[in-house]
């Protein structure tokens, strides 16, 4: 799982950062073609010394070896040169890279620089995690100090701190402590999910594992692990970032939502369960065995949003951009479940229709579920959809949160039907369409009818919302020109402030910026031109003309 985890976090991560770079490369021919071989190179090489060392020092510690490796010496050799080899290699291409951004300091401002420490970084994050996570369940079980494990701990541990330490360039900082949020969180999630799930379990009196409860044990050390992970990176760090898109992106889609989906999962399926022991038909669900996993998803989940959605209080600026994209995030998980209690609904129709001996229970389970997901979602959905109808104006969030919906509908409604229509056909050229081949087909077709209503509901919405932008006057964003020594922060700082496109003019000069003085000096809603020079700071109102198409399209002799 961990691994996984890493291979997802990195594909992101790198794509993100290859479409970045493409975008804002500046560099001379062919040193970006050098780069693109010359990181992997040295990731690759970090990699296969850390694994050398964690084989070498599990050695050391007295692991066992395999058999038929300790007769042909396979593992030591192995071992030996992946850390005699590789590591000097890797010590060497570091060396030469420190030179090389010595003499060009651009190189280590590269986008493709700082997506190695990023991967470098983070593989040893979560392979030191998943060891430390062995490491303290033998602690725990009382099994002792796992070699293997003791010496991944070292390894990969010290490849992630030989990392870490390296002073990230500005642009990838923000983004390598979130993915390292984003990895230590769902592992102290998971971890603190399976601990609650295996203590009820312990609790409504489960048997005992040969040798201890080690599932319990094996939960609480991914906890610790993941929850160490997260403690390197968020508190400290990643909550104390500006508040960016990819900040927001976390807390809202990870944490807010990410919790909200885990803890109605687990109550609509401690609801569903309970209709079906009260009136529904037990014997054709199961045995009721499921229920410290549903707690233990309610309880993780409402964690995970409670302490996320206390990042996203009210801004004292007025500024209501980020509830708005909550409200819709969280209105939209209310659809998915409402949509999905709909389409349930129709397949329980569908098999009351067409009964086969013995299914009784089954079609009262099934309509069971589907009142489930409707009491959990729809009011979720109207109560978000209704505040947002209240709030009215222009909202860019609205409009996506519209487009989305509309989107997932087709694409459901796309695919329900040619798999409806698979399944039909393939019972009408060979047996004959019966009330059978409905049967079949009762899943794809109630994704189908609920996929078509919702797409019914929120197609009014969005053609509504188009009108009244086409109806509104373009708004014109303000506009100020910063003349003078280069300084990104100023201008971060001013777009952040003012809301307005700040473009950066640099000049040689050694003349210092007064940021509040800055500041001070754009207030209101003109354009301005500032130049900061040795004699001082100079603000000019500038009026924004467009030029007479009839001159841009039929230039003078002079133009």
């Not at 062995?134 to 701990?153: C, M, S």
Request: proline share 5%; charged share 15%; hydrophobic share 50%.
């Amino acid at each position: 799982m961990i691994v996984a985890l890493l291979l997802i976090v990195l594909l992101i991560g790198g794509v993100g950062l290859i479409v970045a770079g493409a975008r804002r490369t500046r560099d001379v021919p062919g040193s970006g073609v050098r780069r693109a071989f010359q990181y992997p190179v040295l990731y690759a090489l970090f990699v296969t010394a850390a694994t050398g060392v964690e084989s070498l020092l599990s050695m050391a510690f007295g692991a066992d070896i395999p058999s038929p490796w300790q007769e042909h010496s396979y593992a030591l050799a192995q071992a030996l040169t992946y850390t005699f080899l590789a590591l000097p290699l890797a010590a060497g291409l570091a060396w030469w890279t420190r030179r090389s951004h010595a003499r060009e300091p651009r190189e280590a401002d590269s986008l493709l620089y700082a997506g190695y420490l990023g991967a470098a970084a983070l593989t040893g994050l979560a392979l030191g995690a998943d060891r430390m996570h062995a490491l303290v369940t033998a602690l725990l079980i009382g099994e002792g100090i796992d070699p293997v494990a003791a010496a991944g701990v070292i390894a990969w541990g010290g490849l992630w701190a030989g990392h870490w330490l390296v002073l990230f360039p500005s642009h990838a900082k923000a983004v390598h402590e979130l993915l390292g949020s984003v990895i230590g969180l769902a592992l102290g999630a998971a971890g603190l999910f399976m601990l609650l799930a295996e203590a009820l379990e312990l609790f409504r009196g489960a048997p005992l594992l040969a040798g201890g409860p080690y599932q319990l044990v094996s939960a609480a050390g991914l906890l610790v692990a993941g929850g160490g992970a997260w403690l390197l990176y968020w508190p400290r760090r990643a909550a104390r970032l500006p508040r960016s898109s990819a900040w927001h992106t976390y807390v809202v889609l990870l944490g807010v939502a990410g919790g909200l989906v885990l803890a109605l999962v687990g109550a609509g399926a401690l609801v569903w369960r309970g209709l079906i022991h009260l009136i529904g038909d037990p014997a054709a669900a199961g045995t009721w065995t499921d229920w410290p996993a549903h707690i233990a998803a309610v309880v993780t989940g409402l964690t995970l949003w409670g302490y996320h959605r206390s990042f996203l209080a009210p801004d004292p600026a007025g500024d209501h951009v980020v509830r708005d994209v909550y409200g819709h995030v969280v209105a939209g998980i209310g659809l998915g479940a409402a949509a999905a209690g709909a389409g349930i609904l129709v397949v329980a129709a569908l098999e009351a229709l067409t009964p086969v001996p013995g299914s009784e229970g089954t079609s009262r389970n099934t309509l069971l579920a589907a009142l489930t997901l409707l009491l959990i979602g729809a009011p979720l959905w109207w109560l978000h959809r209704r505040r947002a109808r209240r709030a009215g104006g222009d909202s860019r969030a609205r409009r996506v949160y519209l487009i989305v919906i509309l989107g997932i509908c087709g694409v459901t409604a796309l695919i329900s039907l040619i798999v409806a229509a698979f399944d039909l056909l393939h019972d009408a050229v060979g047996t004959g369409l019966t009330l059978g081949s409905v049967r079949t087909a009762k899943n794809p077709l109630g994704a189908l009818l609920a996929a078509l209503a919702a797409a019914g509901l929120h197609t009014p919405a969005l053609r509504s919302d188009l009108r009244r932008s086409a109806a509104k006057p373009p708004v014109r964003r303000r506009s100020i020109t910063l003349v003078g020594a280069d300084d990104a922060g100023l201008a971060r700082q001013v777009r952040e402030a003012t809301g307005a496109h700040v473009l950066f003019l640099v000049t040689h000069t050694d003349a210092p910026w007064d940021r509040d003085v800055v500041l001070a000096a754009v207030e209101g809603e003109k354009d301005y031109v500032v130049v900061n020079e040795a004699g001082g700071l100079r603000t000019y109102a500038v009026t924004s003309v467009r030029p007479d198409p009839q001159t841009r399209d039929n230039p003078g002799p002079g133009q």
